[in-house]
C-alpha cells in the first residue's frame, strides 16, 4: 500500500543549529514533493517543491534533497531560530490527476 | 492565508445534526480542497473540486457532501453528524503552473468541529 513516513516524534534541536527533517515514502512515484509548514491552529503554508528530475533545492535557509531511488526526501533548516518551531509536513503528488497526498508532519522546537 | 476564509471557525454540534462548513476565496483559483485533520493521521483529502462542474470524491468523502456554488465559494456539509467526525477541516486551493504539475495548495484558516 502507499505510504508516507515522517518522524512522529518531535525534533528537539539547539538554536543556531542545522534541523534535518525526513520524508520517506512507499509506493508512490510522484512526479514532485511539496513541504509545508504548519503553526498550531492555522493551516499549512507552502515552503517549497521539488520535481523528480531535480537533486536539491534551496530557499534562504532551506534546502530540500529528492532520491527518487530511496524514496527520501530530507529538509533541511540552517541556523535555526526559535520562529522556526512548527510542524513540517512533506505532501507528494498522487495519481497523475495533479493532487497531492500529505504525510503525518515532524514538529520541530528550536531552544534557545 | 486571508485569500482563503473559512465558516465558522469553531463549530459545536450534536450527534446527527446536519451542518454546513463554508470556505471561500479571493485568489480567482479554479481548483478547491477539502481536508480534514486528526492528530497522528494527519490531513486526509475529503473531497475536490477542478471546476464549477467537477467534484470528485477523495479518500474519505462517507458521511460527507459538498457543493460548488461559484468558482469562489465550496462548501462541506455533514448530513449527520457523528463523533467520529470531530477534527480540524481546511480548506484550500490551488492554480496548476502553466505547464500543469505543479499543485501549490493554500489553505484557509480551519473550523474545529466538535460532535458530542
Known amino acids: 500500500s502507499q505510504k508516507i513516513e515522517q518522524n512522529s516524534e518531535a525534533l528537539n534541536i539547539q538554536e543556531g543549529k542545522t534541523a534535518t527533517l525526513t520524508c520517506n515514502y512507499t509506493?508512490?512515484?510522484?512526479?514532485?514533493l511539496q513541504w509545508y509548514r504548519q503553526d498550531p491552529g492555522r493551516g499549512p503554508v507552502f515552503l517549497l517543491l521539488?520535481?523528480?528530475?531535480?537533486k536539491e533545492k534551496r530557499k534562504e535557509r532551506l534546502k530540500v534533497t529528492f532520491d527518487t531511488t530511496l524514496k527520501q526526501s530530507l529538509f533541511h533548516i540552517t541556523a535555526s531560530q526559535p520562529a522556526d518551531s512548527a510542524t513540517y509536513l512533506c505532501?507528494?503528488?498522487?495519481?497523475?490527476?495533479?493532487?497531492?497526498?500529505f504525510g503525518t508532519g515532524t514538529k520541530l522546537q528550536v531552544i534557545p | 492565508d486571508a485569500d482563503v476564509t473559512q465558516t465558522p471557525r469553531n463549530r459545536i454540534t450534536k450527534t446527527g445534526k446536519r451542518i454546513m462548513l463554508e470556505c471561500s476565496q479571493t485568489?480567482?483559483?479554479?481548483?478547491m480542497y477539502w481536508y480534514r485533520q486528526d492528530p497522528g493521521l494527519g490531513l486526509r483529502l475529503i473531497y475536490y473540486?477542478?471546476?464549477?462542474?467537477?467534484?470528485n470524491k477523495g479518500e474519505i468523502s462517507d458521511g460527507y457532501s459538498v457543493s460548488r456554488q461559484a468558482q469562489a465559494k465550496f462548501s462541506l456539509s455533514l448530513e449527520s453528524a457523528i463523533p467520529n467526525q470531530t477534527a480540524l477541516y481546511f480548506c484550500?486551493?490551488?492554480?496548476?503552473?502553466?505547464?500543469?504539475?505543479?499543485?501549490?495548495?493554500?489553505f484557509g484558516p480551519g473550523t474545529r468541529l466538535l460532535v458530542l
Open positions: 484550500a486551493t490551488s492554480d496548476p503552473a502553466s505547464g500543469g504539475y505543479q499543485e501549490t495548495q493554500y
Open positions: 509506493n508512490y512515484s510522484p512526479a514532485y
Open positions: 521539488i520535481r523528480e528530475n531535480e
Open positions: 505532501a507528494l503528488e498522487a495519481g497523475g490527476y495533479q493532487k497531492v497526498t
Open positions: 485568489k480567482g483559483h479554479d481548483r
Open positions: 473540486s477542478f471546476d464549477v462542474k467537477d467534484i
